[in-house]
């Protein structure tokens, strides 16, 4: 069964996928197909948890698991624990329809950094009409770095709005030296901030919303959801096609081109079920390689720590949505990184007690993990090992985050409205900055207790053609073959010093604007 040629297929309609398919139909007389695994729907029909952007309703209910996130994906944080879930959106919009909504953006040293490592092109200055244009900041939309107009709202909770928890840690970070950045996402932006989200008012606005629903009309765009996709395919080492499962039949599709979108876990999955990655990695899984390059390797996320509050009352949120409203970004003073750690209020932990959650992590990344396929069967998720703390400057950055929560813990502002504090990832120690451990007790701790914040980037790196670590080039072409690129937060060379919601869909203006450049240059 083979349906009729495409110019584009781009597989997954998720954060960078959606933005792609949603900018590449501007123009009249492309044909795009997108290829999504899980299910397609118009805005207008989403079911209420998607809708919502209380963290409560979004967090996975039984319907949500099953519908709208990859329930049988788990990950390895480090060797000495046990593979658990690792949360990834499934259906129109991926994570930004399931994930916590946070609208912060990668930092300048991130941009300027990934361009000096070989990435042109992705320089601050020269990402920044890009940011302008997908954003629609209702707070500083006036500044010359933000954009007024874009398909996703980037909005901020009023300080006078915040709750107990939230102004607590805002005196607290205040007094210990963090200073007030009213916009996180200025340049040069670092200490306390309103957490900037997208919706508006107390509505959800996900990449389905954005940019996938106003192009529904145009006759170029073509979604197919529930369709699995099996392999890309290949005349040559030039693109064909993909094959994919649709309602339990296999299908094959024709396009001139493939862009591959389906996040920084699934993405590499379908390019190693196609031939693409470490040559004997894939003779060994029974794959013929097609292209040696190292898909799969330099997986990051940030590694994290909470801060479980106890409280004396439920938190009152005045009408606001039930959330953490602010975070903190700050320097460790560890590899000359700025900006290498933050911390954020996840608000009330709805655990039927009155309790709330503050969140530290390492926010600039050296450690790396890896994804590799368990089977060549599509319907089974690959073997995620996220290597947390596998680099000894994540350890002390990570140490130095677990005393600043410590140090945060002590401040009499917190003690007013927490009956007890502990720290816990996966494992729980006192929050008492008195109590301290030697180095090796606390790496014993930190390897049991760390946790993740499903920031999956860097499995299809981006860089110079040239560099042995690299999958894709700036434009996101990926190495030795034709036709096919990756946009998503895979290609990104580190992962962000901010959630990475924004940078992906970034990634997905980016690489259309590639595409679409290079089409009007023939």
């Known amino acids: 069964m083979t ?15 959606a933005a792609l398919a949603g900018r590449l139909t501007e123009d009249d007389g492309r044909r795009v197909l997108v290829l999504e695994a899980g299910p397609d729907y118009r805005s207008a029909d989403a079911v209420p948890e998607i809708r919502s952007i209380e963290p409560m309703i979004v967090m996975p209910t039984a319907n949500l698991l099953k519908t709208h996130m990859f329930a049988e994906l788990l990950a390895a944080r480090t060797p000495v624990q046990d593979r658990l879930p690792y949360a990834r959106g499934r259906g129109v919009g991926g994570s930004s329809a399931v994930n916590g909504l946070f609208a912060i953006r990668a930092t300048v040293e991130d941009f300027d950094g990934w361009a000096a490592q070989g990435c042109a092109g992705w320089g601050y200055d020269d990402v920044l009409p890009l940011l302008r244009r997908l954003e629609n900041d209702l707070d500083f939309g006036d500044e010359p770095y933000h954009g007024s107009d874009g398909p996703i709202p980037v909005t901020r909770p009023r300080h006078e ?40 008012g107390t509505v959800r606005v996900s990449t389905n919303d954005g940019y996938l629903e106003p192009a529904r009309d145009r006759p170029g765009l073509h979604v ?69 390059l190292p898909v799969g390797r330099g997986l990051q996320d940030h590694p994290s720590i909470a801060l479980g509050l106890g409280l004396h009352q439920e938190i009152d949120y005045r009408g606001v949505p039930m959330r953490g409203q602010v975070c903190v970004r700050f320097t460790t003073g560890v590899g000359g990184e700025v900006n290498d ?16 959650g ?23 998720d690959p073997v995620v090992d996220l290597g947390l703390l596998s680099h000894p400057d994540d350890l002390r950055r990570f140490r130095a985050v677990t005393d600043e929560l410590r140090s945060f813990a002590a401040q009499p502002e917190l003690r007013a409205i927490a009956s007890a504090m502990s720290l816990s990832g996966l494992g729980s120690v006192s929050a008492d900055p008195a109590e301290t451990m030697t180095d090796d007790e606390f790496e014993r701790f930190a390897l049991a207790a760390v946790s993740d914040t499903v920031h999956a980037s860097g499995t299809c790196r981006m860089g110079a053609p040239d560099d042995p670590e690299v999958v894709v080039d700036p434009h996101g ?11 998503d937060a895979s290609i990104l060379p580190w992962v962000t010093r901010a959630n990475t919601n924004l940078t992906a869909i970034l990634v997905g203006e980016k690489v259309a604007a590639s595409m679409r450049e290079e089409a009007t240059s023939q």
């Open 477 to 487: 072409r990926v190495l030795g073959v034709d036709g096919l690129r990756v946009a």
């Open 161 to 200: 709005e915040f709750a107990a928890v939230d102004a607590a840690v805002d005196q607290v970070a205040r007094r210990l030296g963090h200073p007030w950045a009213p916009d996180h996402n200025a340049p040069g932006s670092t200490g306390v901030s309103p957490y900037a989200l997208n919706s508006f």
């Open 224 to 292: 197919v959801g529930d369709a699995l996709v099996d392999r890309i395919l290949f005349t040559g080492n030039r693109v064909s096609g993909v094959r994919a499962v649709v309602a339990g039949e296999p299908v094959e599709y024709r396009a001139a081109e493939v862009v591959v979108s389906a996040g920084a876990i699934h993405s590499p999955a379908v390019l190693l079920r196609s031939g693409i990655g470490p040559a004997g990695e894939l003779r060994d899984a029974g794959v013929a390689p097609i292209a040696d």
């Open 3 to 17: 349906d009729p040629v495409y110019d584009v297929i781009v597989v997954g309609a998720g954060s960078a996928g």
């Open 358 to 380: 503050v969140v530290g992590w390492v926010n600039r990344v050296s450690s790396t993990g890896s994804v590799r396929l368990a089977s060549t069967d599509p319907a089974t």
């Open 341 to 356: 750690a933050m911390i954020a209020v996840t608000g009330a932990l709805g655990l039927g007690v009155p309790a709330a």
